[in-house]
């Protein structure tokens, strides 16, 4: 069994003797807590070297390396001299390759969790071995070394100034007493205040345990601190600092307790070859051994606090540009035409606040922020692509500085190029379409319909009729065609390019093969056969079938913002029940600023699906691009009823159609389909 020295700078206390295991590894640790005293060390180091294989040291500044330049404090080298050829671990190695490691098994998670953030390092020089991997999450990092070593308020912007600070000041860091340890106060005066502004000001703050006995944090409310390992006390004094969360790499259970310093790890890593060396595949293949993972612990202080949200939002016409204020005497005019293109040019702004979101479950309450940019259909479906992503981020980007956690895309901010997949990687927060809940919600108000109008037979829990879905091939479309497959007898799939509808009737076939899969790209065709028609296209109002032929009896569901159906063909079929999509409510006591072209409180589903992703705390991307998981429709339909999210009503182009307006729908579809059923005499 090897024998282990450590020496512990920085504490007189908590010495031991004792048999440590560690993952199958067994040696012997002799602690000594030495304080500030280098000659005692020096002193431990001549007697004992003869007494131990390995030596671990912690409490001291780890070397430095700024290319090809290596920086080491003068006590660990003498230590390292007075060993004599004795292995000396710092913990260095293995807080290089462990700490990156295990933010990222985080960032597996949470992917935005560092992502395009400000991340301020009290003290830089620490993590200095692995700052690229924090560079690669896009973050500007900022570092509080100038102040710590010079008592000077001005931050260190960027790893450049960090290495050069660290490159002119090596013979003063490598060389002070380690004694000098008084503490670092981040409460700054005003004038101090306002030159370290832009360290305060980061949404992530990374300290070490050993550098937080003697750091006062400043204010930390709603932010997040990285730390090495945590324990009560200095969790204690990171939540007094108001900080929202902590993620503690490596909780001190994983490895059995506090006795398991990093240069402990290492020296008991080392043990195990006959060398004594430790190189980088060894830490590897022990993380990879031992299941741990990073704790992430939420202030419970901030519990019941209200999370946000936000929402973009675009005029679906260009009259709807006259309804904002200063713009009505344009309503019916040709300027209209003119401004419809200048406003597509203007950045989005904040438009209006929901407030008073609150789950029926847990009682949770969101806000919801919604943006509007002032493009209509035409004008996002023909800017250059590029510039509507640009816009889009923009606005993620003032989301998040505004508190949003998640933000959805409405209308046809989701259809642009590839249906928010390039918005989503550039935003700093998580996105989502809403096509998840909106195609629940459009089944939820189809399966209503059908059931008030009463017109289709059910057998075994399937309906005995056909269903028809135009534009098939869209996110919507898609997922609703699939749902429906398995519900329905006959299925009647359409879009206009005949290759993509013939690899969807493939696929239904192979998802529900005792339904009848039909596909064309001419609705017309088959429409006075029909039950249930949903129609979800990117036409823009322009008209996608003949209202003429649709059977009597038949519920369009219009998904399509603008309607696919407009209002003066609703009008010629009142034996057909045609309903907008499922708009939603929301609930609590809703509150919301401005309209947003509903109802009262209704919404839209896309914007529900946010605010419950919001309500469960799912802060990730969940509806991207054009192909839904079938899996995660099912999962929003469940969170959706869960925390509280109701039809609105059944509603039509001018608002919600009553019970009796569907039974006179009812009434004459009886009449006209008995009109066309043959006499049999």
């Not at 409490?59 to 290596?70: A, E, V």
């Not at 919404?603 to 919001?614: D, G, I, N, P």
């Not at 869960?642 to 009449?671: D, P, Q, Y």
Request: hydrophobic fraction near 40%; glycine fraction near 8%.
């Amino acid at each position: 069994m090897k024998e282990i020295i450590k020496l512990s700078f920085a504490t007189a206390q908590d010495n031991f003797d004792e048999v440590l295991e560690l993952a199958g590894i067994k040696a012997r640790v002799r602690r000594f807590g030495i304080g500030y005293d280098a000659e005692l060390a020096y002193e431990l180091v001549k007697k004992l070297k003869h007494e131990c294989d390995i030596i671990a040291v912690s409490g001291l500044p780890q070397d430095i390396r700024i290319k090809n330049q290596h920086f080491s404090h003068e006590i660990l080298r003498n230590i390292r001299k007075l060993a004599d050829g004795i292995a000396v671990f710092d913990g260095h190695a293995l807080r290089k390759t462990a700490t990156p490691w295990a933010i990222k098994k985080h960032l597996d998670q949470d992917k935005r969790f560092l992502f395009k953030k400000k991340i301020s390092f009290y003290l830089g020089l620490i993590q200095w071995p692995y700052l690229s991997f924090f560079e690669d999450q896009e973050a500007q990092l900022i570092f509080g070394d100038l102040f710590f070593a010079t008592k000077i308020p001005l931050p260190l912007i960027g790893t450049n100034a960090l290495g050069n600070f660290l490159k002119l000041n090596s013979q003063r860091l490598t060389h002070y007493d380690i004694k000098e340890k008084s503490p670092k106060d981040f409460n700054f005066g005003p004038l101090a205040q306002r030159s370290m502004k832009t360290f305060m000001d980061a949404d992530v703050f990374v300290i070490n345990e050993a550098q937080l006995k003697y750091t006062r944090l400043g204010n930390l409310t709603g932010k997040t601190v990285i730390i090495d390992q945590l324990n009560p006390e200095t969790e204690k004094k990171i939540f007094a600092a108001g900080a929202e969360q902590i993620l503690n790499l490596f909780p001190l259970d994983w490895i059995g307790g506090e006795k398991f310093s990093a240069s402990i790890i290492e020296a008991l890593l080392a043990s195990t070859h006959e060398d004594l060396i430790l190189n980088d595949e060894d830490i590897l293949e022990f993380i990879e051994k031992i299941d741990f993972a990073p704790k992430l612990i939420t202030n419970p202080a901030s519990k019941g606090s209200i999370d946000k949200f936000a929402f973009v939002i675009h005029p679906l016409t260009k009259n709807q540009i006259a309804l904002l204020p200063g713009m009505k005497k344009l309503q019916g005019t040709r300027l209209l035409d003119p401004v419809e293109k200048a406003a597509a040019r203007i950045p989005g702004f904040h438009y209006t606040t929901i407030s008073g979101i609150r789950s029926e479950a847990t009682g949770k309450e969101v806000r919801g922020e919604l943006y509007l940019i002032l493009n209509t259909p035409k004008m996002l479906l023909n800017s250059p692509v590029e510039r509507v992503y640009n816009s889009l981020v923009d606005i993620c980007m003032k989301a998040k500085n505004d508190g949003a956690k998640i933000i959805g895309l409405g209308a046809y901010t989701k259809i642009v190029g590839d249906a928010g997949v390039t918005v989503n990687e550039r935003s700093p927060i998580p996105l989502t379409t809403g096509n998840s809940l909106s195609s629940a919600s459009t089944l939820w108000a189809a399966s209503f319909g059908v059931e008030k109008m009463g017109l289709v037979k059910k057998k075994d829990g399937i309906h005995q009729g056909t269903c028809m879905i135009i534009g098939a091939t869209g996110s919507i479309g898609k997922i609703c065609a699939k749902i429906l497959s398995k519900q329905w007898k006959r299925v009647i799939v359409v879009a206009p390019r005949p290759y993509k509808i013939l690899e969807l009737v493939e696929q239904l076939k192979a998802f529900a093969p005792s339904t009848e899969i039909i596909g064309t790209t001419n609705p017309n065709k088959y429409s006075p056969e029909v039950d249930l028609m949903i129609t979800s296209t990117s036409a823009q109002g322009e008209r996608v079938l003949d209202i003429e032929l649709i059977k009597p009896g038949c519920v369009v569901c219009d998904v399509s913002r603008p309607f696919d159906i407009s209002l003066e063909d609703a009008a010629k079929r009142p034996d057909v029940l045609i309903i907008a999509s499922g708009e939603v409510e929301l609930p609590g006591d809703v509150k919301l600023g401005r309209t947003i072209g509903l109802q009262g409180d209704t919404v839209y589903a896309c914007l529900a699906e946010t605010a419950v992703l919001a309500m469960e705390g799912i802060h990730e991307s969940f509806s991207l691009s054009r192909d839904l998981s079938y899996e995660k429709v099912v999962q929003i339909d469940r969170l959706s009823r869960k925390h509280g999210i109701k039809l609105s009503g059944i509603m039509g182009h001018t608002g919600e159609i009553k019970e009796n307006e569907i039974e006179l729908c009812r009434g004459i579809a009886l009449k006209n389909l008995k009109a066309k059923t043959p006499d049999p005499s």
